[in-house]
């Protein structure tokens, strides 16, 4: 667990702000929570920083194996990376994801943690071979009185602990408050799914105080589905309406744009981010009708990843990646430094073609080309001003001093 950007002292290691607080404050101000999902190798914390900066209002770390984070101070080190903010400027609102199968073993990793983050997440999702054949990720989706079991040990040993993981509005408020939760996928046989979530969830039938997740994320699609096909609608807006009064559901997959989101909500009923629904077909006379979009009432929250890498000011609303935001990665990377390959696969997405509509690139394929064939961090910004040039771009520091000539 790296410190940055503080002085270290345990007053500033400590995030105030429980996640669902976030939950509240988002559906006070008429929309949606805004999150950025666990990526492999990306969802760092300069990237973490830069999403923020564009209204993101909580991000996942990657996918942390519990078991070595237990065991090695190296891996703490490497995986779980912070930034500490004195003279009270906030954290980035950060929830932890780790991977395990062993209840010991998830609350002794949420444990060594939970000072650093606002949350702590089991991994039910990663559909990944390796993940599946260690009873990681998706694999979990068949056992869930373990993972049951897991959440469970996790909340009674932070409680332990001292951290106020309980659902009362005294928790919530606590500068101590942490959340516990789990992120899953969805069965073909959609009674599996709620057979599951009915296990790990086990509230008190409704009123919601004594339930052991303080929220679901579900990504629709199986453990079989490819990324390339649609998420499942029927399935998620069965599970929104079942559950969704009854705890925030967030949603991750096909989170492309604000506006073309394959759902309604009243949480999207404004000038700035009403869904658009548009065909492959510009002849009125051929094209099929538009299919009327699901109404999800009970969806709270939306979750990006793929779209996120390329466009970190999705959420604030831009179509397409704007050069401002590699400005705001490229600050974040000099303070909180990232391997050449990772920093480098950043910068690629960012420049590249989004995964919305507008399908504009800040720079051509053969020109992001070169950043990758850079062999030093001095070469990609060198090699990054020419193509800025090229491009007819300027960055904001040559903006502000034009402005003051």
């Given at each position: 667990m790296d410190l940055v950007d503080g002085d270290g002292e345990h007053e500033h290691l400590y995030p105030t702000l429980h996640p669902l607080k976030l939950f509240d404050a988002a559906k006070s101000q008429g929309r949606y929570l805004y999150a950025c999902a666990p990526m492999v190798r990306y969802s760092k914390l300069a990237f973490r920083q830069t999403v923020h900066h564009y209204g993101t209002d909580l991000c996942w770390t990657p996918m942390i194996l519990a078991k070595e984070f237990n065991r090695s101070s190296v891996a703490r080190e490497s995986d779980l990376t912070i930034s500490t903010r004195p003279n009270g400027a906030p954290h980035v609102p950060t929830v932890v994801q780790f991977g395990a199968s062993q209840p010991l073993e998830l609350a002794r990793a949420s444990s060594l943690a939970a000072p650093y983050v606002?949350?702590?997440?089991?991994?039910?999702?990663?559909?990944?071979s390796w993940a599946c054949a260690e009873s990681l990720g998706a694999a979990l989706m068949d056992r869930r009185e373990l993972v049951r079991d897991m959440v469970v040990e996790t909340r009674s040993r932070l409680a332990r602990d001292g951290w106020a993981v309980g659902l009362s509005d005294a928790d919530v408020e606590s500068a101590k408050g942490r959340s516990v939760t789990v992120k899953i996928r969805v069965h073909k046989d959609l009674r599996r799914t709620i057979d599951f979530v009915d296990t790990v969830l086990a509230d008190d039938g409704g009123s919601g105080w004594r339930r052991n997740v303080d929220?679901?994320?579900?990504?629709?699609?199986t453990r079989k589905t490819p990324s390339s096909l649609p998420i499942?609608?029927?399935?998620?807006?069965?599970?929104?309406?079942?559950?969704?009064?009854r705890v925030p559901i967030l949603v991750s997959g096909d989170v492309?744009?604000?506006?073309?989101?394959?759902?309604?909500?009243?949480?999207?009923?404004?000038?700035?981010?009403?869904?658009?629904?548009?065909?492959?077909?510009?002849?009125?006379?051929?094209?099929?009708?538009?299919?009327?979009?699901?109404?999800?009432?009970?969806?709270?929250?939306?979750?990006?990843?793929?779209?996120?890498?390329?466009?970190?000011?999705?959420?604030?609303?831009?179509?397409?990646c704007p050069w401002e935001a590699v400005d705001v990665f490229?600050?974040?990377?000099?303070?909180?430094?990232?391997?050449?390959?990772?920093?480098?696969?950043?910068?690629?997405?960012?420049?590249?073609?989004?995964?919305?509509?507008?399908?504009?690139?800040?720079?051509?394929?053969?020109?992001?080309?070169?950043?990758?064939?850079?062999?030093?961090?001095?070469d990609v910004l060198?090699?990054?001003?020419?193509?800025?040039?090229?491009?007819?771009?300027?960055?904001?520091?040559?903006?502000?001093?034009?402005?003051?000539?």
């Open positions: 606002s949350g702590v997440d089991l991994n039910c999702g990663c559909p990944q929220w679901l994320t579900i990504h629709p699609r499942d609608l029927e399935a998620l807006e069965i599970l929104t309406e079942k559950y969704g009064k492309f744009t604000l506006r073309t989101l394959p759902y309604t909500s009243h949480l999207l009923d404004n000038d700035n981010h009403s869904p658009t629904f548009t065909t492959s077909s510009t002849d009125s006379t051929t094209a099929p009708p538009k299919p009327q979009p699901l109404h999800l009432p009970n969806l709270a929250g939306l979750m990006s990843a793929r779209a996120l890498l390329a466009n970190p000011a999705l959420f604030a609303g831009h179509e397409a490229l600050a974040n990377l000099a303070r909180s430094p990232l391997v050449l390959k990772s920093g480098v696969h950043h910068l690629t997405e960012m420049l590249g073609p989004g995964y919305g509509p507008d399908k504009r690139a800040l720079i051509g394929k053969r020109d992001r080309m070169r950043l990758t064939k850079c062999g030093n961090w001095i060198d090699t990054l001003e020419e193509l800025r040039a090229k491009a007819g771009t300027t960055t904001a520091e040559e903006k502000l001093a034009n402005n003051t000539r």
